[in-house]
């Protein structure tokens, strides 16, 4: 079992190398310059995240963290190091979770976590979206880091009424609500469920669900997402809505459950033959509990703005769609499902599981295209790309009232999130260059060629 141990750790191990990797090549793109040159250039900060809240969104806690984003003080090389820290995190944070609730040893907890990450990096719509590019890491992954957390304080509080788990509790609520609206959504209906269903401690759990309600009114109500929802015409259309929030979430869970690597990882979860509290539920409550947050993160950017394709929100929602999955087989054991995947476990050998994991992961979904990116030299090239393009846009500093030529990028993997310059020098997109560089001053501009 120890050669199997070391040989599970060592494919994950060079399973995750590829995406390590190409943290040296991504670079900062679009909203990182923005936020960073407001964050860097404001005296006063609080009135910086009164004002975001006022006119552009009520992410009264993402906002803190896109404000500080590490190239706001130039640290471009620490902006590279911020996808190992949370994939780092989220490693530690989620065998917590899992030695909180099954019975298994600290290795296989580690194990366990690690491949949860896997499947989450693989299945991705897109990966750059999803932890490459700060502004959306730090609004969409980051969170991920707390939320185990929360489960956890919740399960305790259920058990033992404390008021220091109490203060935990909303602290932590406070804390989750203030990242993105999918959240707030998925914060509020999780307190809802608990305080109706809940046994134990029922007062407390409905005063829970009051500081959430508060919390989510703080992201619900700002004043800045009636804002930045004028510059939508085709936002609250119900049919409209429905139609594509169904649709997304029937692809992208269509990607997820045709995702070879999640049935392998289900596969040798089972095999561990771990101790866990039973339950039974009705089917169509984990059908719910797996579809719908995949249904808010579709249909709600689709209700706000009428924009269909943005993937940060479905990247979210993906974590929880995994996490429902292997809850339910920790769960529902005596579930036909549940008995008919650990007899298929059984009969497959350790070997043959642990191959067609390293195929899965390496070959397949963004593991393939990690390495793809890095073997063709599009990521080596794409950063130097990058370089060249922000010492141009260093040199220009001692021109004036001009409007510049700057070549687009010529390769652009994959795997990296880009915002690239466009002809139109007024263009969100090239302003950011000339805001962050101070050449927006100078009224210098920047666009591409036709």
């Not at 897109?126 to 969409?140: F, R």
């Not at 990242?179 to 829970?208: D, G, Q, Y």
């Not at 269509?254 to 089972?270: E, K, Q, R």
């Not at 561990?272 to 719908?292: D, E, R, Y």
Request: hydrophobic share 45%; proline share 4%.
């Amino acid at each position: 079992m120890s050669n199997y141990k070391t040989s599970f750790f060592f494919v994950l191990l060079i399973c995750i190398t590829p995406y390590l990797l190409l943290c040296l090549y991504i670079f900062p793109s679009g909203d990182d310059y923005s936020y960073a040159w407001v964050g860097a250039n404001s005296n006063d900060f609080i009135g910086t995240l009164i004002g975001e809240w006022n006119t552009w969104n009520g992410r009264y806690i993402s906002n803190i963290l896109v404000l500080t984003n590490p190239i706001a003080y130039g640290h471009f090389n620490l902006y590279k190091t911020i996808p190992i820290i949370l994939t780092s995190l989220f490693i530690l944070v989620h065998s917590v979770l899992v030695l909180k609730f099954i019975t298994v040893s600290k290795v296989q907890a580690l194990a366990i976590s690690s491949c949860f990450l896997l499947i989450y990096l693989n299945v991705m719509p897109h990966l750059g979206e999803g932890i490459y590019w700060y502004t959306a890491a730090v609004t969409y992954f980051a969170p991920l880091l707390l939320f185990p957390l929360h489960l956890i304080a919740l399960d305790k509080f259920s058990k033992t009424d404390q008021p220091v788990l109490t203060l935990l509790l909303i602290m932590l609520q406070f804390l989750l609500t203030g990242f993105n609206e999918v959240l707030m959504i998925i914060m509020t209906l999780l307190h809802l469920v608990i305080a109706v269903w809940s046994k134990n401690n029922k007062r407390t759990f409905w005063l829970l669900l009051l500081t959430q309600l508060l919390f989510a009114s703080i992201v619900y109500f700002a004043p800045g997402n009636e804002v930045r929802s004028s510059y939508f015409s085709d936002k609250h259309d119900v049919l409209h809505t429905i139609i594509n929030g169904s649709a997304n979430t029937l692809r992208f869970t269509t990607s997820l459950l045709g995702t070879p690597s999640l049935w392998i990882s289900m596969l040798l979860f089972l095999k561990l033959g771990f101790n866990s509290k039973k339950h039974s539920t009705s089917i169509w409550f984990w059908i719910a509990m797996f579809f719908l947050p995949q249904f808010i993160a579709c249909a709600g950017p689709v209700w706000t703005t009428g924009i269909i394709g943005q993937h940060r929100t479905p990247n979210f929602a993906l974590y929880f769609q995994i996490m429902v999955v292997f809850l339910f087989l920790t769960v529902e054991k005596e579930h036909k499902i549940t008995c008919y995947l650990k007899q298929l476990s059984t009969y497959t050998s350790f070997p043959k599981l642990l191959l067609g994991l390293f195929i899965s992961f390496l070959l397949l979904g963004n593991g393939r295209t990690t390495i793809e990116d890095l073997l063709s030299g599009n990521a080596w090239s794409f950063h130097q790309e990058n370089i060249t393009r922000a010492n141009s846009l260093e040199s220009f500093s001692n021109l004036q009232d001009t409007v510049l030529l700057m070549p687009r990028y010529k390769h652009k993997p994959k795997s990296i999130f880009i915002y690239d310059i466009t002809p139109n020098s007024r263009d969100w997109k090239n302003e950011v260059y000339t805001t962050y560089y101070g050449l927006k001053q100078k009224n210098i501009a920047i666009r591409c060629k036709p």
